[in-house]
């Protein structure tokens, strides 16, 4: 199992540029997670997909969208990129978001980051 | 005041040393998610739990549900165990995870 891939790990974009970040976990998690990190802060929820076919905003979640394609696919699109955009970002999966065992399903995984600047 | 906060927020140790890292939450909590991010800046998965303990090799994951108060203890700390330390709340109301900043850990031989 590659567990949660994500796709590029590095990339540089100018102010205005568009790019679509991609993720992809084979480990059939219904859950999917999308995060920056920030130096100093902690990991901040952009948008997640509680499972196929729907999606939910998180703490950040402007200046992005998200497109859950298939169980195994979320991809986190900048449509016109900012230098406040600059991050590290983040996907993760989990099992399922409700559980009848208590907090067990919840455990996230995640993905090696992508790592993105915006000049 | 953030919901999660956890101390210390940086901590430096001899090889050898137990190590003790807090997190303290404000909300109703279903369980508590422990992670481990490497210099290199992956992110693992260590404990989630909802009472009592866990453990697993050197590192023990300790909760008390009504204090709002987990620890993550790491017996015979080694160099290789160099990383920042984060804590995840998993709130009861609506299952999302609050996340605390991290505790930078640094273990010197």
């Known amino acids: 199992n590659a567990g949660v891939t994500q796709t590029p790990k590095f990339q540089v974009l100018k102010t205005g540029q568009s790019m679509t970040l991609q993720c992809a976990q084979d480990?059939?998690?219904?859950?999917m997670y999308w995060y920056r990190q920030d130096p100093g802060m902690g990991l901040r929820l952009i948008y997640y997909s509680a499972s196929e076919g729907t999606t939910d905003k998180g703490e950040v979640p402007n200046g992005y969208n998200v497109s859950r394609l298939n169980k195994r696919e979320f991809s986190l699109r900048l449509e016109s990129a900012a230098p406040s955009q600059t991050s590290v970002y983040f996907c993760a999966s989990s099992v399922l978001r409700h559980s009848s065992l208590r907090g067990m399903g919840y455990e996230q995984y995640f993905g090696p980051g992508t790592r993105l600047t915006v000049t | 005041k953030n919901e999660v906060e956890q101390s210390p927020q940086n901590l430096t140790a001899q090889e050898g040393e137990f190590i003790t890292i807090n997190c303290s939450y404000s909300?109703?909590?279903?369980?508590l998610h422990w992670l481990q991010q490497h210099p290199g800046g992956g992110i693992v998965s260590l404990f989630m739990l909802s009472s009592g303990k866990k453990k697993h090799g050197r590192l023990i994951a300790t909760i008390n549900i009504q204090e709002k108060h987990s620890s993550l203890h790491i017996t015979a700390s080694h160099p290789r165990d160099s990383a920042v330390y984060i804590c995840?709340?998993?709130?009861?109301?609506?299952?999302?995870?609050?996340w605390g900043a991290g505790t930078k850990l640094i273990i010197k031989p």
């Open positions: 909300v109703g909590i279903s369980a």
């Open positions: 995840a709340a998993l709130m009861d109301s609506n299952y999302q995870l609050i």
């Open positions: 480990m059939n998690h219904n859950s």
